[in-house]
């Protein structure tokens, strides 16, 4: 199986297009064209990932975390960065990093598997992206419509919330004339042509564009279509930071403190004081997710719970919130679970392996 298939797989699953602008997902090394002969899922990609792929027979690692963030302008081996791509590259390794792009998506995105581990109900995006959508409008000829409709409905368009095949028409009067070399498909060269056509508008995912545009233009019969492309501000309901849901059960602070400890296997949870008794709504967001704090409180959480606090970050919890940090190792640890899950039902039957190696820098003494 080449290569390129499987990382068109995990592009359907999180558009590298979504990924934050500090970002670097996608194929960190390797050849799109090469064979692969297994997959090894891990959190980060190091030199001892690499030569557990090489031990198992895995060229290609799927990692969450990219190993290479900024541009690197020598490769000498001078740093562990350096040193895991040339080990990877030597080896014929490939990596692929899914990272903030897998954030961002709420459907089988890492903040989903989280909420899912502390068994959240009614879950939602806690911090909606906007300019994630576009919207799209072309001029189509009355009895071409429903053909051109469903060619673009196919392909992803016309998605607003829970609703699909969303659109808006109407019928007016196109004008054209075509030059010397053209073919039109109604009228003749030369001479301007009135047509009876309907402007169908459709709304789109900013990462689906070119395949939308491109269903569009095969099923049209005009040689030259015209079309128009709007950027809107709506708020994704699928696409942004952070969630946002309410526990099956209430439990008092102490209680929700163990239970977080508990599933989401934390060796300690730094936290704070809140004055509510019962802690029901609950926000979290894998990784470093302070910049959430004032968002999850302004949701109406009681808890949040994330990694990387900084000391005078918790003091944003004014008591309101009670803020839960279990590290960003442990907050983000079953991405390899939910990565190794997905790619073993794409592609059954194929080598897909969970890695052995703790790639956590952090330890604790106790």
Same mark, same amino acid.
């Given at each position: 199986?080449?290569?390129?298939?499987?990382?068109?797989?995990?592009?359907?699953?999180?558009?590298?297009?979504?990924?934050?602008?500090?970002? &670097?997902?996608? *194929?960190?090394?390797?050849? +799109?064209? /090469?064979?692969?002969? $297994?997959?090894?899922?891990?959190? #980060?990609?190091? !030199?001892?990932?690499?030569?557990?792929?090489?031990?198992?027979?895995?060229?290609?690692?799927?990692?969450?975390?990219?190993?290479?963030?900024?541009?690197?302008?020598?490769?000498?081996?001078?740093?562990?960065?350096?040193?895991?791509?040339?080990?990877?590259?030597?080896?014929?390794?490939?990596?692929?990093?899914?990272?903030?792009?897998?954030?961002?998506?709420?459907?089988?995105?890492?903040?989903?598997?989280?909420?899912?581990?502390?068994?959240?109900?009614?879950?939602?995006?806690?911090?909606?992206?906007?300019?994630?959508?576009?919207?799209?409008?072309?001029?189509?000829? &009355?009895?071409? *419509?429903?053909?051109?409709? +469903?060619? /673009?409905?196919?392909? $992803?368009?016309?998605?607003?919330? #829970?609703?699909? !095949?969303?659109?808006?028409?109407?019928?007016?009067?196109?004008?054209?004339?075509?030059?010397?070399?053209?073919?039109?498909?109604?009228?003749?060269?030369?001479?301007?042509?009135?047509?009876?056509?309907?402007?169908?508008?459709?709304?789109?995912?900013?990462?689906?564009?070119?395949?939308?545009?491109?269903?569009?233009?095969?099923?049209?019969?005009?040689?030259?279509?015209?079309?128009?492309?709007?950027?809107?501000?709506?708020?994704?309901?699928?696409?942004?930071?952070?969630?946002?849901?309410?526990?099956?059960?209430?439990?008092?602070?102490?209680?929700?403190?163990?239970?977080?400890?508990?599933?989401?296997?934390?060796?300690?949870?730094?936290?704070?004081?809140?004055?509510?008794?019962?802690?029901?709504?609950?926000?979290?967001?894998?990784?470093?997710?302070?910049?959430?704090?004032?968002?999850?409180?302004?949701?109406?959480?009681?808890?949040?719970?994330?990694?990387?606090?900084?000391?005078?970050?918790?003091?944003?919890?004014?008591?309101?919130?009670?803020?839960?940090?279990?590290?960003?190792?442990?907050?983000?640890?079953?991405?390899?679970?939910?990565?190794?899950?997905?790619?073993?039902?794409?592609?059954?039957?194929?080598?897909?392996?969970?890695?052995?190696?703790?790639?956590?820098?952090?330890?604790?003494?106790?």
């Amino acid at each position: 199986m080449k290569l390129n298939h499987i990382t068109g797989l995990l592009s359907e699953l999180a558009p590298p297009s979504l990924q934050e602008s500090y970002d &670097n997902a996608g *194929l960190i090394v390797g050849d +799109s064209n /090469m064979l692969v002969t $297994g997959i090894l899922v891990s959190l #980060d990609a190091t !030199e001892s990932v690499v030569d557990e792929a090489i031990s198992k027979n895995c060229n290609l690692i799927v990692a969450h975390h990219p190993i290479v963030f900024k541009g690197l302008k020598k490769i000498n081996g001078k740093n562990y960065v350096e040193r895991t791509v040339i080990k990877a590259i030597k080896n014929d390794i490939a990596i692929y990093a899914i990272h903030t792009n897998l954030d961002n998506v709420l459907e089988g995105g890492v903040n989903q598997k989280i909420g899912q581990k502390l068994g959240l109900d009614q879950t939602e995006i806690l911090a909606k992206k906007t300019g994630t959508v576009l919207k799209l409008a072309v001029y189509v000829p &009355n009895e071409h *419509l429903q053909l051109v409709q +469903s060619a /673009m409905f196919n392909s $992803g368009a016309g998605h607003i919330g #829970d609703y699909d !095949e969303c659109s808006f028409v109407s019928e007016g009067i196109g004008s054209f004339r075509g030059g010397a070399n053209a073919k039109p498909f109604v009228g003749e060269p030369g001479e301007r042509h009135l047509e009876p056509e309907t402007k169908l508008e459709v709304v789109i995912p900013k990462h689906l564009q070119d395949k939308v545009i491109n269903a569009m233009l095969e099923a049209h019969p005009y040689e030259e279509v015209a079309f128009d492309l709007h950027p809107l501000e709506n708020k994704s309901l699928h696409v942004g930071a952070g969630l946002i849901g309410t526990l099956k059960q209430p439990l008092n602070p102490q209680d929700f403190l163990a239970f977080v400890k508990n599933q989401l296997q934390a060796t300690v949870v730094r936290f704070t004081d809140t004055d509510k008794k019962e802690i029901s709504r609950v926000a979290v967001c894998g990784g470093s997710g302070s910049f959430l704090i004032n968002v999850a409180k302004a949701a109406g959480a009681d808890a949040y719970v994330t990694g990387d606090v900084k000391y005078h970050e918790f003091f944003d919890g004014e008591n309101e919130l009670m803020i839960c940090d279990v590290g960003h190792f442990e907050s983000e640890q079953f991405t390899i679970e939910l990565l190794r899950d997905f790619l073993s039902e794409k592609i059954p039957n194929f080598a897909i392996l969970f890695t052995e190696t703790d790639t956590n820098p952090v330890n604790y003494f106790y």
